[in-house]
């Protein structure tokens, strides 16, 4: 063996870059948010962070949730520490677990994320457990976002001909299968148009009792996170304005929003993450490798 | 009836041009990236390539020309997001990919190992993935309306409570069987008749084997046959499916195998950062698949450093187990 004359590098968080397609990349298995930048009104946390500290407070204790990759992994780890310690992790490639890994992965199949699991076994064995009804939420990002929840992260149609994305992975399964689902993505009129180009995984579909038409058995979105809003669902299956993010104003969330949202009554103002919640985010993510 | 063979050996006895392979059924763990390596030396084409998700095994091997078709839920980097050489393919040269999604790949395989056509899901109903694609069918279910226990959201408030229970839906989608000519899998350790232990992350490993007409086991170590009968909880390919063994150590690299080595992130980024045009993807292709003849060579290129940045820095054993009576 020759010795070390390549350079080890080790993954560094500008190197990523901020393309569109890059970026949907793992829509099955987590959020694909861009690296944020530091919130403009508030130096004290990212974009990121506060992604994650929205996301974690959709976990309710006791909840069985099928985690994902990202900005929804370190989700789960704020939300174990602050508020659901009984929440479960299920991941696709078999692993359950009922305490975070000991350190930051990349994908579910990274060793940490196997030691001190409480169950290693098949895809079928998780999917079953969905399917039959188990799981409480899901979380999942995408290339684009409609005004229904259906997501796309299979291929987006343009001027210049077709991008193609990575596809479903577990994507489809989670948002079909799932008592309910969560969506992370950058906020934008590009990954939030009236209608998705091809709906690799069902949302609302094109409003109230459509779900029950095409046959799911149950659930559909409750939140979409984006870079500058959370968006909940009307009963009528649309999506509305919920909250908007510290430091962003009305008017930009509808403009680069693709269709003309409705808002609520009274938008809240997104709450920051806590002291507590950045340092349970910081001792995971301590480069800053998903949150920075 | 010993059937260790070099890698060599087993990819041009066992995958013939046209074949439908499937690799990586571990998810993001022990995917088989010699043998793919090794089918891509050997020039094999119009392979049909099913999978669930093969990190950059599947863009490497779409780069190289054998592939005709992709079976799969998802393809590109896992850690960095798009593979560009599946990208190319399919906006540029239209190359057939059947969408699937992770689960309706594992009914597909489990259809296959228990020899039956298909298998009924509630999944995907309404989803694009399954439009014109011949792995799909929607069909009535002659058990509609009767109940089935499901979850009621929130187990938790009350623990000791029975489930729920919700009808059962009138329409479900039936999955298509999918039989592999060939499944390759990585494992830990074999005997030298393809008895295999793993452990760590399974995916669709059983299914994918049990549904395969041949398979390929590639391991870390051969082992003596005492040592799987010691653990037969452990055993997840009984030999007697198996055509072909190959000793094979660090033949999941970059992907990890638990308890030997772990995940080569660096290597992942940096095949998203030199392979993005068509020149590039063939030099690292020159590089690190056509300039080393076989996985040793591979390694030493690898380097003695890197292999022991990766190796294993605290051992976790498990508890002991007795299976005595």
Redesign the interface.
Known sequence: MKTCTENVETPSPSSREGSFSDHVGTAALGCPVERSSTVASSPTYTMGELMVATAAREIRDGEIVFVGMRLPLIAFVVAKKMHAPNAVGLFENGVIRATPASELIYTMADPPNILGATQCLDMLGVMGLLQSGRVHLGFLGAAEVDRFGNLNSTEVRGPKGITRLPGSGGACDIASLAHRFVVLLEHSKQRLPERVSFRTSPGNGDGAGWRKRVGLPRGGPVAVITTKAVLRFDEDGEAYLASIHPGVDIEDVLENTGWKLRAAEAIEQTPEPSAEELQAIREYDKEGFWTR | MSKVCNMREAIAELVSDGSSVALGL????MIPFAAGHEIIRQKKRGLRLIG??S?ILFDQMIGAGCMEQVI????????????YN??RA??QDGMK?F??????I??AL?AGAMGVPFLP?????????TRGNEFFA?IDSPFAGEQ????D?????NPRGA?QT?PI?????TVRALNPDVTIVHVQRADREGNAHC?????????GVRAAKRVIVVAEEIVEPEVIASDPNRTVVPGFLVNAVVECRYGAHP??V?GYY??D??F???YH?QTKTKNDSDAWLERWVYGVADRAAY?????????E?LAVKQH?YAAQTDFGY
């Open positions: 571990q998810m993001e763990q669930p998700i990190d799969a839920a998802w393809v590109g980097n896992v850690m960095m997001g798009s593979a599946f990208r399919v906006e990919v969408n699937m999604t992770n689960f309706t594992a009914l489990q899901t509630n999944t995907a109903l309404g989803s694009d993935v929607e089935k226990p499901s979850g959201g929130r187990p938790w408030s489930r919700e839906t009138e329409k479900l989608l452990w760590g992350s399974f995916g669709v490993m059983l299914e992907s990890p638990q772990k995940r992130d660096a992942f980024r940096q950062e390694v030493n290129q690898l380097g003695a450093c890197r292999c940045g976790a």
